[in-house]
């Protein structure tokens, strides 16, 4: 069964929303497939295909078990930087190629005056996407389901700033991280609007892991500021970059992944597709960051 990735995103959102308002007793999976108007058959080919897992496996990822068991990895990885031998360099994707940039303090202030920005849509495994770029580097990636209301509210970012529908080299190679496959990735540049602090929180995303999660208290010791975990969860909310820089992965210290700019639902699909992702190519390594 032959389906583009946004549409097997839209049904396998139906499918989880669909079981979490269910949770006891869960549904069949004759009675989830009929929600989404699928046979079993083709239920269980469409989750294979998008996760790469079994439904009961990917459901599995979905657990508050399975956060919190992530949750105590990475918070012990963060203390001891004892990396399992080979998984630390499997899950280093964005401390390796993505380098962040801060605006100048003329073009923050100025909301933008003086910069054209280049944008496009495209699709991914976890919905359309809007990417926008400056001649230094991406600036924005966000998941959007309405594509108009989604250019507006990239344009009141930078109410001064030309805007432009092209799609340049700096938004193609953005893109090839959503391909899932990222042996040949080069250095992705990011351009953003953020004040110092928020600079600081964001880079200290791109060091948490593929597949691994941490609570806000976590970043905040990553940036030596362990009291300002409500400071962090401010900055993680308004993170202009989608995916790129992993928000996704910093989740309540209960093990509750909590509130996301794109959806609570999106959030914990993106964190349990990263789990599939990683289990799927453990053995081989086949597609995974050097």
């Given at each position: 069964m032959v389906l583009n990735k946004t549409s097997n995103y839209a049904r396998i959102e139906k499918v989880i929303q669909f079981v979490q308002s269910h949770p006891k007793p869960q549904p069949s999976l004759e009675k989830i497939a009929a929600h989404v108007h699928l046979s079993s058959f083709h239920l269980q080919q469409v989750i294979s295909e998008w996760a790469g897992v079994s439904l009961q496996r990917f459901m599995q990822f979905l657990t508050l078990e399975h956060t919190k068991t992530q949750l105590k990895k990475y918070k012990c990885n963060l203390h001891t930087m004892a990396y399992e031998t080979g998984l630390y360099r499997l899950g280093q994707l964005h401390d390796l190629f993505i380098n962040i940039e801060g605006m100048t303090p003329k073009e923050y202030k100025n909301s933008g005056e003086g910069l054209c920005f280049n944008y496009s849509f495209s699709e991914s495994q976890f919905g359309n996407l809007l990417v926008a770029s400056t001649y230094k580097g991406?600036?924005?990636?966000?998941?959007?389901?309405?594509?108009?209301?989604?250019?507006?509210?990239?344009?009141?970012?930078?109410?001064?700033a030309k805007y432009q529908n092209f799609q340049d080299d700096?938004?193609?190679?953005?893109?090839?991280?959503?391909?899932q496959d990222w042996s040949n990735l080069t250095e992705i540049?990011?351009?953003?609007?953020?004040?110092?602090?928020?600079?600081?929180?964001?880079?200290?995303?791109?060091?948490?892991?593929?597949?691994?999660?941490?609570?806000?208290?976590?970043?905040?010791?990553?940036?030596?500021?362990?009291?300002?975990s409500r400071a962090v969860g401010t900055a993680i909310s308004r993170n202009p970059v989608a995916f790129l820089i992993p928000c996704h992965r910093v989740i309540q210290c209960t093990g509750r992944t909590g509130n996301y700019m794109w959806g609570a639902t999106r959030k914990s699909i993106i964190i349990a597709w990263e789990a599939s992702y990683l289990e799927s190519n453990r053995e081989d390594n086949v597609n995974l960051p050097q």
């Open positions: 991406i600036s924005h990636i966000s998941f959007e389901n309405n594509s108009a209301q989604g250019l507006d509210k990239l344009k009141a970012t930078h109410k001064n700096f938004q193609l190679s953005a893109i090839k991280i959503f391909k540049k990011l351009h953003l609007k953020g004040t110092d602090f928020q600079l600081q929180v964001w880079n200290a995303l791109l060091s948490i892991p593929l597949a691994q999660l941490a609570s806000y208290g976590d970043v905040a010791h990553i940036i030596n500021q362990p009291n300002a």
